[in-house]
T-cell receptor, first 114, second 112 residues
Framework: GAVVSQHPSWVICKSGTSVKIECRSL??????MFWYRQFPKQSLMLMAT?????????EQGVEKDKFLINHASLTLSTLTVTSAHPEDSSFYIC??????????FGSGTRLTVV | QQQVKQSPQSLIVQKGGISIINCAYE??????FPWYQQFPGKGPALLIA?????SEKKEGRFTISFNKSAKQFSLHIMDSQPGDSATYFC???????????FGTGTRLLVSP
């Protein structure tokens, strides 16, 4: 089956620094990748959608200068949280979609900003 | 119109019982309805999915019932086990919209 690898699984960083999260589709080409944020006991909140080689489309209210998304290839997308602050602490999840209707999720990244 | 309403918010079922989670939608353009299972600290994993041209789909202990006219679909977990304790999300998507619309989630606890 389709596998999406997300790294790191957890990261702690100091306030003001930047953190990069990688999302790779291991056995299929991901034409579209999605980035979500999830708060405790809540549903997934879509942050942005990216298509390979195109600029990401951000959801309303998501700061595109803070959450930089790069989808440089059909198997890799990255999310960089720039100048992270404690309020950016959250669980970030990527999802990849190929040519069929499948949406495969990564295992998530727990970001803690101290 | 892009919302998917999910109930209940939480559910406690005894081992061996049937767990039932319901979802309702408004957008008739939705044409793919997946259910995801999420354990704490992990990403969601696809459990089972259905398209609106069938009224029921069964995979092992998991069954989706789909009522197109009522715009409702539900997940039934038969012979529920403690290992099924997790959060379940229904979702919906249309070919034209591309983005999954998630329900609010149901926290299931199966007591031993």
């Amino acid at each position: 089956g389709a596998v999406v690898s997300q790294h790191p699984s957890w990261v702690i960083c100091k306030s003001g620094t930047s953190v990069k999260i990688e999302c790779r589709s291991l056995d299929f080409q991901a034409t579209t990748m999605f980035w979500y944020r999830q708060f405790p006991k809540q549903s997934l909140m879509l942050m942005a959608t990216s298509n390979e080689g195109s600029k990401a489309t951000y959801e309303q209210g998501v700061e595109k200068d803070k959450f930089l998304i790069n989808h440089a290839s059909l198997t890799l997308s990255t999310l960089t949280v720039t100048s992270a602050h404690p309020e950016d602490s959250s669980f970030y999840i990527c999802s990849a979609s190929g040519t069929d209707y499948g949406y495969t999720f990564g295992s998530g990244t727990r970001l803690t900003v101290v | 119109q892009q919302q998917v309403k999910q109930s209940p918010q939480s559910l406690i079922v005894q081992k061996g019982g049937i767990s039932i989670i319901n979802c309702a939608y408004e957008n008739t353009a939705f044409d793919y309805f997946p259910w995801y299972q999420q354990f704490p600290g992990k990403g969601p994993a696809l459990l089972i999915a259905i398209r609106p041209d069938v009224s029921e789909k069964k995979e092992g202990r998991f069954t989706i019932s789909f009522n197109k006219s009522a715009k409702q679909f539900s997940l039934h977990i038969m012979d529920s086990q403690p290992g099924d304790s997790a959060t379940y999300f229904c979702a919906a998507v249309s070919a034209g919209f591309q983005k999954l619309v998630f329900g609010t989630g149901t926290r299931l606890l199966v007591s031993p």
